[in-house]
T-cell receptor, first 113, second 111 residues
Framework: KQEVTQIPAALSVPEGENLVLNCSFT??????LQWFRQDPGKGLTSLLL?????REQTSGRLNASLDKSSGRSTLYIAASQPGDSATYLC????????????FGKGTKLSVKP | NAGVTQTPKFRILKIGQSMTLQCTQD?????MYWYRQDPGMGLKLIYY???????DKGEVPNGYNVSRSTTEDFPLRLELAAPSQTSVYFC??????????FGPGTRLTVL
């Protein structure tokens, strides 16, 4: 059974720092991996999607990498800002044609001004 | 485009009551999903649909039912509500297995 783990559960950094969020999964037979952002009391916003054949994706200050063989993904945030404060969720597609996602519990990020 | 909309935003139910959570998307996505999120936990899949008339169970389907008569709508039915169904419910949609787009959620409390 696929399991997704995110470490750390919470992270506090000063504004301007570069940071890395980690995601690991137990079954390397994934279809894709997605990173989401969730603000308190809100829904999820998709940040990046990496297909299983890709190694990384970039969007602005965000860069996500995927190492399928080791079951790991990282989300790199450059020059963090207070507006980046949120919970970041990693999810893997469990394979097959349904697109069903298995989620980690998230990393709660706080960026201090 | 409104994207994915969910109603109601909040609801309190008594044990044994029933209700339907509504989900509508205007992006002409073929795949739709229902997830629940308990405090401090990741999301878990309840049901999903790969097209009108086609639905299937996810990881935690007990106590729920769904239907998909149109591409746009994917309602989730709770029968005989129980305290264990207190959660935040999210609907999502996608084009096949591409990026999933989420609604704002329905916060349900069963007392």
């Amino acid at each position: 059974k696929q399991e997704v783990t995110q470490i750390p559960a919470a992270l506090s950094v000063p504004e301007g720092e570069n940071l890395v969020l980690n995601c690991s999964f137990t079954d390397s037979a994934i279809y894709n991996l997605q990173w989401f952002r969730q603000d308190p009391g809100k829904g999820l916003t998709s940040l990046l999607l990496i297909q299983s054949s890709q190694r990384e994706q970039t969007s602005g200050r965000l860069n996500a990498s995927l190492d399928k063989s080791s079951g790991r993904s990282t989300l790199y945030i450059a020059a963090s800002q207070p507006g980046d404060s949120a919970t970041y969720l990693c999810a893997v597609s469990s394979g097959g044609s349904q697109g069903n996602l298995i989620f980690g519990k998230g990393t709660k990020l706080s960026v201090k001004p | 485009n409104a994207g994915v909309t969910q109603t109601p935003k909040f609801r309190i139910l008594k044990i044994g009551q029933s209700m339907t959570l509504q989900c509508t998307q205007d992006m002409n996505h073929n795949y739709m999903y229902w997830y629940r999120q308990d405090p401090g936990m990741g999301l878990k899949l309840i049901y999903y649909s790969v097209g009108a008339g086609i639905t299937d169970k996810g990881e935690v389907p007990n106590g729920y039912n769904v239907s998909r008569s149109t591409t746009e709508d994917f309602p989730l039915r709770l029968e005989l509500a129980a305290p264990s169904q207190t959660s935040v419910y999210f609907c999502a949609s996608s084009i096949y297995t591409d990026t999933q787009y989420f609604g704002p959620g329905t916060r349900l409390t069963v007392l």
